[in-house]
């Protein structure tokens, strides 16, 4: 079901196939935001004593321009699968059949996301955007191929294929808000995927290689070698198209990170809050902060993955994330591990009462 209240941008596909032209980002809402600062200084606490928690139930609020904001009654991750040609160079700690074995476990509800989503009130959805092998627990709608190709040596992804997954991510957010999401996180899952996610960083970030290679799922000393290798031959071909955000996807991104991308954006155009995760999503947010700009204004980072890469992303977007639990997981789990502090957020200006209610005197005589 559409809801009213929210905009609905249709024309993702017209007869010259996808467009990856997003519309104005409008902030969040300036009203709600003041609204809510006051009434924070009129819940029975010393003023600020809340610290972030205040900040984020003010965010809450101006998202869905309303004070005291609405609980969230459905809080939504989409965990984004799909492999990269340049696991093949011994880029992971792990081999790729791993990806599509993860998303068997995703949909009996064995992985960290499920435990973290089911701690925090959420519910996930599984994509198959570009899983190498089969996945034939899922009817896989919105496939784009069967794994990204190895960006240290060839694109990723050709254009057409970049344009549909941008697509597929618009519409898989457009689907989940829709379907009644109030918020939306996304999630990856796919071995080797720190390599062109820190690809994307360091060309988006203008940063030298050694500086983004990271340790992903536990690579040793070799691997680190391989790897850094890896982004850097990759960092060659990227630097080139570093100004085209589409390009870049396609030259050394892959189909998951484009469809993060799009569904990142098109949070944004709908006027959803994202809760964002780690490296791989953040990697994702800067593209879809060139493709749509304003679009971070309705996002929150959850956490600083251990990855070195993410701190260069939350500095470029100006986020502070609300967790540093030393989390390199992905699948959505660190913005799990945050969504409780959102709720509690939002029941702090929704259940507190206020000084007068509770009869405090709210300052000190002097
Ligand atoms: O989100 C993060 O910050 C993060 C950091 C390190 C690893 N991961 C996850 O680990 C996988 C990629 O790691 P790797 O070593 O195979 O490139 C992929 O499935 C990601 O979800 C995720
Ligand atoms: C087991 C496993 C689970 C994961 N979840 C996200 N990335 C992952 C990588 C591995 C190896």
Same mark, same amino acid.
């Given at each position: 079901?559409?809801?009213?209240?929210?905009?609905?941008?249709?024309?993702?596909?017209?007869?010259?196939?996808?467009?990856?032209?997003?519309? #104005?980002?409008?902030?969040?809402?300036?009203?709600?935001?003041?609204?809510?600062?006051?009434?924070?200084?009129?819940?029975?606490?010393? #003023?600020?004593?809340?610290?972030?928690?205040?900040?984020?139930?003010?965010?809450?609020?101006?998202?869905?321009?309303?004070?005291?904001?609405?609980?969230?009654?459905?809080?939504?991750?989409?965990?984004?699968?799909?492999?990269?040609?340049?696991?093949?160079?011994?880029?992971?700690?792990?081999?790729?059949?791993?990806?599509?074995?993860?998303?068997?476990?995703?949909?009996?509800?064995?992985?960290?996301?499920?435990?973290?989503?089911?701690?925090?009130?959420? &519910?996930?959805?599984?994509?198959?955007?570009?899983?190498?092998?089969?996945?034939?627990?899922?009817?896989?709608?919105?496939?784009?191929?069967?794994?990204?190709?190895?960006?240290?040596?060839?694109?990723?992804?050709?254009?057409?294929?970049?344009?549909?997954?941008?697509?597929?991510?618009?519409?898989?957010?457009?689907?989940?808000?829709?379907?009644?999401?109030?918020?939306?996180?996304?999630? $990856?899952?796919?071995?080797?995927? &720190?390599?062109?996610?820190?690809?994307?960083?360091?060309?988006?970030?203008?940063?030298?290689?050694?500086?983004?290679?990271?340790?992903?799922?536990?690579? $040793?000393?070799?691997?680190?070698?391989?790897?850094?290798?890896?982004?850097?031959?990759?960092?060659?071909?990227?630097?080139?198209?570093?100004?085209?955000?589409?390009?870049?996807?396609?030259?050394?991104?892959?189909? $998951?990170?484009?469809?993060?991308?799009?569904?990142?954006?098109?949070?944004?155009?709908?006027?959803?809050?994202?809760?964002?995760?780690?490296?791989?999503?953040?990697?994702?947010?800067?593209?879809?902060?060139?493709?749509?700009?304003?679009?971070?204004?309705?996002?929150?980072?959850?956490?600083?993955?251990?990855?070195?890469?993410?701190?260069?992303?939350?500095?470029?977007?100006?986020?502070?994330?609300?967790?540093?639990?030393?989390?390199?997981?992905?699948?959505?789990?660190?913005?799990?591990?945050?969504?409780?502090?959102?709720?509690?957020?939002?029941?702090?200006? &929704?259940?507190? #009462?206020?000084?007068?209610?509770?009869?405090?005197?709210? &300052?000190?005589?002097?």
């Amino acid at each position: 079901m559409t809801n009213p209240t929210k905009g609905h941008d249709v024309s993702t596909v017209d007869a010259d196939g996808p467009q990856a032209t997003f519309p #104005a980002i409008t902030p969040p809402d300036e009203q709600a935001r003041r609204q809510a600062v006051a009434r924070h200084a009129q819940l029975t606490k010393p #003023a600020g004593s809340l610290g972030r928690l205040e900040e984020l139930g003010v965010w809450i609020a101006s998202c869905q321009g309303a004070c005291p904001p609405r609980p969230f009654t459905r809080p939504r991750v989409v965990v984004f699968a799909g492999d990269h040609g340049v696991a093949a160079e011994g880029v992971s700690a792990y081999p790729s059949e791993v990806t599509g074995q993860m998303v068997a476990n995703f949909l009996t509800g064995g992985a960290a996301v499920n435990v973290a989503a089911t701690n925090a009130g959420a &519910t996930v959805r599984v994509v198959d955007i570009a899983v190498a092998g089969d996945t034939p627990e899922l009817i896989a709608t919105h496939k784009i191929r069967r794994g990204s190709g190895a960006v240290n040596r060839e694109d990723a992804l050709t254009e057409a294929e970049t344009a549909a997954a941008v697509a597929a991510g618009r519409a898989i957010a457009d689907e989940e808000i829709d379907g009644g999401a109030d918020l939306l996180i996304a999630g $990856d899952m796919g071995i080797g995927n &720190t390599t062109p996610a820190s690809v994307l960083i360091a060309a988006l970030t203008d940063t030298e290689p050694v500086a983004v290679v990271g340790r992903g799922t536990g690579i $040793d000393d070799a691997g680190w070698m391989r790897k850094t290798v890896a982004i850097r031959d990759a960092l060659r071909r990227a630097r080139p198209v570093a100004g085209d955000p589409l390009a870049l996807l396609r030259v050394a991104g892959g189909a $998951d990170l484009a469809a993060i991308s799009g569904f990142l954006a098109q949070a944004a155009v709908r006027r959803t809050p994202v809760l964002l995760d780690g490296l791989i999503v953040g990697a994702a947010a800067l593209i879809a902060e060139e493709l749509a700009p304003g679009a971070r204004r309705w996002w929150v980072a959850a956490h600083r993955s251990a990855e070195p890469a993410h701190t260069l992303v939350l500095d470029q977007l100006d986020l502070n994330p609300l967790l540093d639990l030393g989390m390199r997981l992905g699948e959505g789990s660190g913005a799990l591990a945050a969504l409780p502090l959102l709720t509690l957020a939002t029941r702090v200006l &929704t259940e507190m #009462a206020t000084f007068e209610e509770a009869g405090v005197t709210s &300052t000190e005589p002097v």
